[in-house]
Each structure stands twice: as C-alpha cells, then as structure tokens.
C-alpha cells in the first residue's frame, strides 16, 4: 500500500503551471494547468530559504536532482493566486505568515507519470498542538493541500469531499518529513487519493491518509 521511500529517486516528468482561470469566482474554484504562470513577480516561497534546517536542504536538493531526469517538476508556491476577492488582502492558508520558518515551512515536487505530489515539510513553531508537536489540523492541512494539489495537477478542479487519517505518531515541530502522496484511482468524477507523512530518513511513518476528491465543471 505504502511505496516506499526509495522509489521516490527513479521517476518521470512534466512542466506544467497551475493557474486560475479568470471567470473563477469563490464559490467556483476552478483550476486549470497551463504552460504560464500569471503570478510572475510574486515570491516563490517554495525555494530554500535561512530557517530551513539541514534535512530539508538535503532533501529538496535531492527533489531539485531528479527534475533534471525531467520525471519531476518543482511547484512554485506563492502566497496568493490572481484577485478573485476584489479589495480583500487574501493569503494562501497555508502561506498566511509572514515571518519565515515559523508556520508551514514546505516546497512540492510532482511526478506527472506517477500522479504523485510529493511536499517537504519542516512544522514550525506556530503549529504546536500539544506540547513540542504538531496539531493534528495543520497535519490534515498539509495532507489536504499535498493530496489536493496532486489531483488538481491530474485532473483539473476538484474539492475535497472526504479526508481520512490516522495518526500513528506524533511529529515533532521543526523536523523534516516526507509528505507523499499520489492518485490511485479516478472513477467519474471521484478521485482517490493515499498520502502518508514519513520522517526525511523513512524510519518514523508518522501518518497515514485516505482522501477523496470530486472533480468540478
Ligand atoms: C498557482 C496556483 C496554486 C493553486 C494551488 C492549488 C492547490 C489546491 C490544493 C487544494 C487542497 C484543499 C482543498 C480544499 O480545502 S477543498 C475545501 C473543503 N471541501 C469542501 O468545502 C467541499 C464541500 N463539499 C462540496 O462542495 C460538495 O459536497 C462536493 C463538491 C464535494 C460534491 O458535490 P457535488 O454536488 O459536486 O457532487 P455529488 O454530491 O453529486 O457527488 C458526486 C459523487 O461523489 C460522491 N461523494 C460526494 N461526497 C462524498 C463523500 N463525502 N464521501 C463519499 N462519496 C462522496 C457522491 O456519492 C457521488 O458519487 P456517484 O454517485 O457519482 O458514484
């Protein structure tokens, strides 16, 4: 069920670019992939920056080695998408803190080949549920946008209709992990989607995760 960590170092590529479409409204968020990016200019939050720790620089450099196969992509991540909320300073949920290092601190890599969204993550200090670990929401949060970005970045727009996870230890806030995730299976307009968290040396598998997501439009 799981695949396993050392498979993430073979893999197959894509260029794509997520983008909203510009009749996107709230209640209908659409996303489609094209070859442009209409967020040129924005910082990309997804490049390594002073507080990430040496295990996440490792790993991410690691990603970065295999888009060079062209069997992975880097994601751009930005802290917002083109206006859609007119006059409303709208932030990316999980890009909504300033200072870096201190919230969700994470770059993606995709593998169009293997509908496979695999995300860095290094918790910060602003994500503590019980002491010295991470909440369990910002884990289902992080699980949701990893899982969701893979499928959108397979099938276009979908929603999140169900997010099953069980958490089988806890993480520690400021350690690396491994988010990844990848489609197993569309029917119709449902899409199935398997995400563990595993610590950046494979040894602790911290979490498990079923989601399903329903295709829009
Ligand atoms: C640069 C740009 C960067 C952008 C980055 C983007 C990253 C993105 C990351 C995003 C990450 C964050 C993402 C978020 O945070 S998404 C936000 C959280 N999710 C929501 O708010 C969703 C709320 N729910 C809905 O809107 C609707 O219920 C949806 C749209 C989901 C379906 O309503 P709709 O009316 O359209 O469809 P339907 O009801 O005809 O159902 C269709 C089929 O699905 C089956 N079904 C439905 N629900 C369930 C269920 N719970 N369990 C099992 N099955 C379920 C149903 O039986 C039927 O099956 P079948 O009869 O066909 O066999």
Same mark, same amino acid.
């Given at each position: 069920m799981?695949?396993s960590?050392?498979?993430? *170092?073979?893999r197959?590529p894509?260029?794509f670019?997520?983008?909203?479409?510009?009749t996107?409204r709230?209640?209908t968020?659409? *996303?489609?992939?094209?070859?442009?990016? !209409?967020?040129?200019?924005?910082r990309?939050f997804?490049? !390594?920056?002073?507080?990430?720790?040496p295990?996440?620089r490792n790993?991410y450099d690691?990603f970065l080695d295999?888009?060079?196969?062209?069997?992975w992509?880097r994601? !751009?991540?930005?802290?917002t998408t083109?206006n859609?909320l #007119?006059? +409303?300073?709208?932030?990316? *949920?999980l890009?909504n803190?300033? #200072?870096d290092?201190?919230?969700?601190e994470y770059c993606m890599f995709y593998?169009?080949?293997e509908?496979?969204?695999?995300c860095l *993550?290094?918790p910060?200090?602003?994500?503590?549920?019980? !002491?010295?670990?991470?909440?369990?929401?910002?884990?289902a949060?992080i +699980?949701d946008?990893?899982?969701g970005?893979?499928?959108v970045y397979?099938?276009?727009?979908v929603?999140?209709?169900n997010?099953?996870i069980n958490?089988?230890?806890?993480?520690?806030?400021g350690?690396?992990?491994?988010?990844d995730?990848?489609? #197993?299976?569309i029917?119709?307009r449902?899409?199935y989607?398997r995400?563990? +968290?595993?610590s950046?040396d494979?040894? +602790?598998?911290?979490?498990e995760?079923?989601?399903?997501?329903?295709?829009?439009?």
């Open positions: 799981l695949r960590y050392s498979r993430l *170092f073979q197959y894509t260029i670019t997520l983008t909203r479409l510009p996107a709230l209640q968020c659409h *996303f489609s992939i094209s070859s442009t990016c !209409p967020t040129e200019g924005l990309d997804g490049l !390594p920056n002073a507080t990430w720790g295990n996440l790993l690691k295999l888009t060079n196969t062209g069997l992509r994601i !751009p991540s930005h802290n083109v859609h #007119e006059g +409303i300073g709208k932030r990316m *949920f890009r803190i300033d #200072e290092g201190v919230g969700f593998n169009k080949a509908s496979r969204m695999v *993550f290094q910060g200090p602003y994500l503590e549920g019980p !002491p010295g670990y991470a909440h369990g929401g910002s884990i949060t +699980i946008s990893t899982a970005a893979g499928a397979t099938c276009g727009s929603m999140t209709a997010l099953n958490y089988l230890k806890p993480i520690p806030l350690c690396t992990l491994l988010v995730s990848y489609v #197993e299976k029917e119709g449902k899409v989607s995400c563990h +968290i595993q950046h494979a040894l +602790i598998l911290h979490t995760a079923m989601a399903l997501y329903i295709k829009l439009g």
